[in-house]
């Protein structure tokens, strides 16, 4: 099969872009993405846009279509890939198949969300629109209201407690800090979080155990990336990012109905296919994006993709094991934690973050001369899990 | 490239699906291309779902996931692919590269909408949700009130007339008649449409030129297809019907940017690149299924796509060329206009048609023993359009 490289990143801020309306955000991260690949807009043949809520949070449809005449990538073919929170990985792994079939030679995929033009609680009852409708939606069920119950269960499992889900965010709310493109720049303490007043806007539970620093912020932003065959990315004589390897596994769409509601079978099964498509092991594995949209998360994944046994990644939680400085940084772009969670496009996101870390362009939460790098991008209550392995190769 | 063959087709009925919801009619499609293919539903390892509007019309997201674990074909990967009302040969775009590039060998594409759910104006506004939020939507554009516009100017430019584009809403209906799928199973006249009261109940106009007859309904339902490796294909011994080619071209969002509104391009350049794919020409077509979302369209259409000389359909359809006993059959299904528009399906529909016309198994408006078929799926008001070509080659 056909090698493909990824040679052009770009990013919007993260944040609130009150100014912007999703075509505006799509069009930036992916001007910045071919302006960052030096290659002509025209070179473009396919382009791929992660995106789960034009339709309930902006009223629109066909977003595709709408960003390649906005951005001048006519008459490029252009479609919207939607799988929940995965979306942005999802899309990513349709562009590496598009260039992989030989029928297209370079690819821009771009993920993004308008999410905070919707107040209250109608972002959560979006993003409730992922689960069963009869079996969960009716009653009320929400993200954060799973992430609850599913922490309650992996905590008593596995000795965690509310001390370790804090040193996540605060890990992460640190790396923010130094990632520009992060929505929340601000660093938290253990007594902020663990010794606040019990309340939500004290950082009281949201659903407990998990309190407001457990979870991601609803944010806007977008993040694309271009691929392309390795003749074109040799031409163009940037680093070879190559995606080495992708997973995608689907799991019962009701979290009640698993054998093991702990047992976050699509994360282990899309990581092992990404594993083995890369010829490697998680052992291999420098730097990894995980898709902390809940602290607990951050923890869970580690565990089931192999990278950490289960219920070790409490101590490398303690021992720095995971920082940026760290033998194997865990979201040292702050993750969805403080960079935020635009749902569409938080897989291109962590996407970006690894080939910049690859490339070595990271900036100032650059981690050591990684090779391979992972990312977890967990769609539904882990129904629908995308993984992708990338590997710098000169 | 890896030559994809589709080996099972699956309808649900369409027309107004009251009892079943959006993920009820896509497992119904999807079953039903499982059982024709003969195929253990365990050998599938990715899905892609068509989908315009489970957003908006259905409050749901995640739609491809929720599918997956309800056929029980978990784990397989699972996406939805949205391209507005070119969702669906979208979808099977991304199936056949799927499959093209050497990662899957076994790929499920489902395509539909549950849309008769909303009532009165809810089902047009939806649709609009396609135009230009701020150049058209907000003035209260819809596709009817485009494809009006775009009628006059075509109709005086070729010379067409009423009763022109009556022919095509009078062909399609007697084929729906013979397609037992249809939505509308009735014979139109002449007289009923021309001749009627000038209302829209009684077939007066909905956008002057087009009246009621001209439009298509607005519909349930799903389809299905199964690609695989030619490998695979052999060993389950079906009529290798194989996608020889597909295109897929943008063009300006909105009409008016069009240098000649009357100018389809993306059709003529999706059509372009999927004959050159093939290595065929428009003459060697046999069986066309074109998008008559409006009768106007199966015009422009039959036109853009070089299958006839611009301003010359006029007489195929007068003089029989078209019809199902014709030379060159267009829309033998029935078209939009007697199957109905379930959007996201609408695409995937139109392959179903053609792999039944060349494996001869279309019944009542088979038509006489095609080898290459085209299929032409119009998103937005032709700014995002996908041809297939598919050809018989045992």
Known sequence: VRKVVAVGVGLTDFGRLEDDDLIDILSSASLKAIDDACIDPKMIDAVYVANMGAGILNHRTAIASALVDNIGLLPAAADTVENGPASGASAVKNGVLAVASGYYNCVLVVGGEKMRNVTGWRATDFVATLTHPYAEYV??????????????????????????????????????IKNPYAHVQMQITMEGIIDSPDSVVNNGPVATPLRLYDCCPVTDGAAAVILCSEELAKKLGKPMVVVAGFGQATDTHTLAERDDPTDLKAVRMACQQAYDMAGITAKDVDVAELHDAFTILEIAEAEASGLFEPGEYKKAL??????????LPVNPSGGLKACGHPVGGTGVRQAVEIIKQLRGEAGAHQVKEPKIGLTVNFGGFGNNVVALVMRRES
Chains 1, 2 share one sequence.
Not at 144 to 152: D, S, V
Not at 162 to 172: G, Q, S, T
Not at 318 to 327: A, D, L, R, W, Y
């Open 139 to 176: 009653y009320g069920v929400t993200l954060p209201g799973m992430a609850g119950m599913f922490a309650r269960l992996y905590m008593k499992k596995y000795g965690y407690t509310e001390k370790d889900l804090a040193r996540v965010a605060i890990k992460n709310h640190n790396n923010g």
């Open 318 to 327: 303690k021992n720095g094991e995971v920082e940026i400085t760290g033998s």
